[in-house]
């Protein structure tokens, strides 16, 4: 049964132990359900997320993907009275006289929890025309770097109890949790994170560092870029695509940070080295 509160759901289940014996027990799993993006009357994008925070996931959505830009504004969210799935549809109204962006960077059909970019025709279709990163002066210590996942996994209450979801902070460079969301697409854990910071008025976060509990993802890079963020450390690996990406874009990318090590792809002029 699917707890509405929290994306957790609960079912009964066969475990096999170590020993061999067979025991029956409840088990928490994430919930994942579809969530149709609208913008007034025209259906934008289907992403398939575990449900709550779906006003922030829309809005880093619309950012991420340039429908929206930093500075614009959204009127109000809602949901169709008369739709018999109205809790998984959310209506987008855009401030009055701010024109849609679409263009070539529609998405069409749906969006799956693993890959938030599946069924574009190329590279450069998903490209967006974000300038790059100008902040130079920006610098973070390795003890505040490598203190980072140990603060989120205390963050991540759904997590530790599914093992199934990931998470995505935004911190600064004081090492403070500012904004830590969490989903079962790490596109949408990203995306709800940035959707929170605009409106909140919070963007551009040009001060600011990204944090993922899983890979890093071009598509990761270019989330934090049109939120304006220099620095993005993953847990994992990063992709060929996501080094390159971010060497163009200004971006610091921090890949396979475990405590005590981690490995800098790019810029590593915002890592305080010093103690090395």
Do not use: W
């Not at 460079?173 to 709800?192: C, M, S, T």
């Not at 551009?204 to 620095?231: C, N, T, W, Y």
């Amino acid at each position: 049964m699917k707890n509405e509160t929290d994306g957790i759901g609960s079912d009964r289940i066969i475990r096999r132990k170590q020993d061999g014996s067979l025991e029956f027990q409840r088990d928490d799993l994430t919930v994942e359900e579809p969530l149709e993006i609208r913008i007034g009357r025209k259906a934008l994008a289907t992403t398939m997320r575990t449900p709550g925070h779906d006003e922030e996931l829309a809005a880093g959505f619309l950012i991420s993907e340039g429908i929206v830009r930093i500075g614009d504004k959204i009127e109000k969210f809602s949901r169709p009275t008369s739709s018999l799935n109205r809790e998984n549809i959310l209506v987008v109204e855009l401030a009055t006289g701010l024109k849609l962006r679409l263009g070539s960077t529609r998405r069409f059909g749906t969006i799956s929890t693993s890959c938030g970019i599946c069924g574009k025709a190329s590279i450069d279709a998903i490209r967006q025309n974000f300038p790059p990163v100008r902040s130079k002066n920006i610098r973070i210590g390795i003890d505040t770097l490598l203190a980072f996942p140990s603060l989120l996994r205390k963050q991540q209450s759904d997590f530790a109890r599914t093992g199934g979801i990931h998470a995505a902070a935004i911190v600064d460079v004081d090492g403070n949790l500012k904004i830590v969301r969490e989903d079962i697409g790490r596109h949408n854990a990203v995306d709800k994170a940035i959707g929170r910071a605009f409106l909140d008025g919070l963007l551009p976060l040009d001060r600011h560092l990204f944090l993922v509990s899983g890979r890093a993802s071009f598509e990761i890079m270019q989330k934090a870029l049109a939120a304006g963020i220099p620095i993005v450390a993953a847990v994992s690996a990063p992709s060929t695509l996501a080094v390159n990406f971010a060497r163009e874009s200004n971006q610091t990318l921090i890949g396979f940070l475990r405590p005590p090590s981690f490995n800098i792809y790019s810029h590593i002029e915002r890592v305080m080295l010093d103690s090395l």
